[in-house]
């Protein structure tokens, strides 16, 4: 993401008072799914950074399951709305990136059950079929 300024740097208290944007943050990208998996973007394991600073703007470094997905843009939008919606929050700058690529072992232990995986029927290659 962006260099980091020394004044950028969040204390200990600016972390815990940060907490509850955050938790409130994470429950609006949990709004937002994927349109051909039936699971949320968070759980899903498509957010790779997630920061808040002191005048609480969200900056997301994320990720699709696949870099031609067709609906990217609409999902983009989405998560722009989603957390600029949340009370407290003054931006969102999203960020994609495909380095890692995206494979099912980051999938949520919530989102495994939602699709009915198991760790021992994973592929070599960690990738949902389909």
Known sequence: MSE?????IL???????LQPLYDAVVLAL??????EI???IY??????????DKEHNVAILMTFTAPNCPMADQVLAEVKQSVEAVPGVVSCNIEMTFEPAWDKSMLSEEAR????LDYE???EYGKLDG
């Open 11 to 17: 204390s200990a208290e600016d972390v815990a008072a």
């Open 121 to 123: 029927e994973e592929d």
């Open 38 to 40: 039936p699971v949320n």
């Open 43 to 52: 759980d899903l394991g498509l957010i790779y950074e997630l920061n808040i």
């Open 4 to 8: 980091t300024k020394k004044n950028d």
């Open 30 to 35: 949990k709004e937002v799914y994927d349109p």
């Open 113 to 116: 059950v939602e699709l009915g």
